[in-house]
């Protein structure tokens, strides 16, 4: 099981999702607690971006919803990043 930090911008974005959208909500701290539940083999199922986000792994939290967040193996941490929609995270690839 990894230790995990949000950063201050993914606090801000779930503290409105959980008034305006609670299912959304509720998906993202499912599939948070999911991915710190992983082991250091298992959690490279989670694709990494490219290019210059190569460091940043990605998750679909629905369709259009993806969530990046950095994975350190050997310190046995991850710190969740942002939520946005997949093209605002895919044109950042590039």
Do not use: C
């Amino acid at each position: 099981m990894f230790e995990f930090d949000i950063t201050d911008d993914l606090k801000k974005i779930l503290k409105k999702l959980a008034n305006k959208n609670p299912l959304i909500a509720r998906a993202i701290n499912r599939k948070i607690k999911e991915i710190i539940n992983r082991d250091k083999e298992s959690i490279n199922i989670y694709k990494n971006l490219s290019y210059g986000l190569n460091n940043l792994k990605r998750v679909h939290i629905t369709d259009w919803l993806v969530m990046t967040f950095e994975v350190d193996i050997n310190k046995e941490f991850i710190l969740f990043i942002n939520v946005e929609h997949r093209d605002k995270v895919y044109k950042k690839k590039q």
